[in-house]
T-cell receptor, first 112, second 115 residues
Framework: TQLLEQSPQFLSIQEGENLTVYCNSS?????LQWYRQEPGEGPVLLVT?????EVKKLKRLTFQFGDARKDSSLHITAAQPGDTGLYLC???FGAGSYQLTFGKGTKLSVIP | NAGVTQTPKFQVLKTGQSMTLQCAQD?????MSWYRQDPGMGLRLIHY???????DQGEVPNGYNVSRSTTEDFPLRLLSAAPSQTSVYFC??????????????FGEGSRLTVL
């Protein structure tokens, strides 16, 4: 079983602060996704990254995929209470795999 | 579009009982899967299907059966429930198999408690 390590596990910040969460593996991802989950709901896709070194922006969220495709980060600028939720990274290991492996998630609380 | 629909949303079972969690999608997706989510464990893949008539095991398949007789439906069966199967179960589907970087669409989850 491939492992994805996410850090930090919990994060509580004030509105307006910046933050970064990380997703790491000892194996190479063929692709990596970030999801956001709110209480009582299923995860919702934020972004998919495929190419090493790739950077994608989604409003105040910036996603980076490491050059070696073993790590990724999610940076949120000027966090808002609406950003509160569980952030999950999920990766495909190997181009022929049918399995999407999830990390344990980072639980973010943004305090007004 | 209803998307991915799971029933029931809540269920309480006694140890040894059997039940089926239903999952239906109306997006004509090829790929369907079942995950369980436990505190501190993240989402773990139970079973998945890449098309009607084709199923395979994920990371934690023991105690669960699946079938895929139609494109739309992917039920998850618990044959003899155990307290260790207390969890929140999510069904998810994708237009194509996930290795093609397809987006997974999740249902709202089914919360199962086994006493």
């Amino acid at each position: 079983t491939q492992l994805l390590e996410q850090s930090p596990q919990f994060l509580s910040i004030q509105e307006g602060e910046n933050l970064t969460v990380y997703c790491n593996s000892s194996s190479v991802f063929s692709s990596l996704q970030w999801y956001r989950q709110e209480p009582g709901e299923g995860p919702v896709l934020l972004v998919t990254v495929v190419t090493g070194g790739e950077v994608k922006k989604l409003k105040r969220l910036t996603f980076q995929f490491g050059d070696a495709r073993k790590d990724s980060s999610l940076h949120i600028t000027a966090a808002q209470p609406g950003d509160t939720g569980l952030y999950l990274c999920a990766g495909i290991f190997g181009a022929g795999s049918y399995q999407l492996t999830f990390g344990k998630g980072t639980k973010l609380s943004v305090i007004p | 579009n209803a998307g991915v629909t799971q029933t029931p949303k809540f269920q309480v079972l006694k140890t040894g009982q059997s039940m089926t969690l239903q999952c239906a999608q109306d997006m004509n997706h090829e790929y369907m899967s079942w995950y369980r989510q436990d505190p501190g464990m993240g989402l773990r893949l139970i079973h998945y299907s890449v098309g009607a008539g084709i199923t395979d095991q994920g990371e934690v398949p023991n105690g669960y059966n699946v079938s895929r007789s139609t494109t739309e439906d992917f039920p998850l069966r618990l044959l003899s429930a155990a307290p260790s199967q207390t969890s929140v179960y999510f069904c998810a589907s994708s237009l194509k198999a996930v290795q093609m970087t397809g987006e997974l669409f999740f249902g709202e989850g089914s919360r199962l408690t086994v006493l």
